[in-house]
């Protein structure tokens, strides 16, 4: 049961434009969220997170909305850049529990010039 | 300065082989992991140690023992490999087990069973 979501694989945006990737969660008990960004052979590298009690997080070109209601969140990138083409994974936990993250299979973000 | 190290990067062995991946972080985190990304790119946890001490053992096959001689090191060791088992292994660290911190995530280690 794949309980975070990211139903598209990929992303083409132009440089200078805004990326805004999205990612669905059925777990209701998720009260905290978090963007990863990959490069290829590197691990995740942590982008910026959310916690329930908020609906946006920002931070410098990147900013994270959560919708609780719809059970999405989202991340905006603006303006895009060349080194932002990456995949982009978006993960939940429960806070108060052993941490576990559950990811999503990510999108893949190329911005080209 | 690597924060969280993996080795080794890359791994080919036969079916049937025993094999370790070592894991160090220096970061001074209490809380250390071991996550699987298969074919289909699913990152999912396998193990998670706090201390030293197993807080997390998802249902992973037996063949596969993580060992953590102190709270900077988590070792991985999996016996009698199998094809199944070839993926991007990763390895992680967080401050505490518990509350809203994120995971950092060392580079992987690719393991292909043939």
């Known amino acids: 049961d794949q309980q975070v979501k990211q139903n598209s694989p990929s992303l083409s945006v132009q440089e200078g434009r805004i990326s805004i990737l999205n990612c669905d969660y059925t777990n209701s008990m998720f009260d905290y969220f978090l963007w990863y960004k990959k490069y290829p052979a590197e691990g995740p590298t942590f982008l910026i997170s959310i916690s329930s009690i908020k609906d946006k997080n920002e931070d410098g070109r990147f900013t994270v909305f959560l919708n609780k209601s719809a059970k999405h969140l989202s991340l905006h990138i603006v303006p895009s850049q060349p080194g932002d083409s990456a995949v982009y994974f978006c993960a939940a936990s429960v806070t108060g529990t052993a941490s576990k993250l559950t990811f999503g299979t990510g999108t893949r973000l190329q911005v080209t010039l | 300065d690597t924060a969280v190290s993996q080795t080794p990067k890359y791994l080919v062995t036969q079916m049937g082989n025993d094999k370790s991946i070592k894991c160090e972080q220096n970061l001074g985190h209490d809380t250390m992991y071991w996550y699987k990304q298969d074919s289909k790119k699913f990152l999912k946890i396998m193990f998670s140690y706090n201390n030293k001490e197993l807080i997390i053992n998802e249902t992973v096959p037996n063949r596969f023992s993580p060992k953590s001689p102190d709270k900077a090191h988590l070792n991985l060791h999996i016996n009698s490999l199998e094809l199944g088992d070839s993926a991007v292994y990763f390895c992680?660290?967080?401050?505490?087990?518990?509350?809203?911190?994120?995971?950092?995530f060392g580079n992987g280690t690719r393991l292909t069973v043939t």
């Open positions: 992680a660290s967080s401050p505490g087990a518990l509350g809203n911190s994120p995971l950092h």
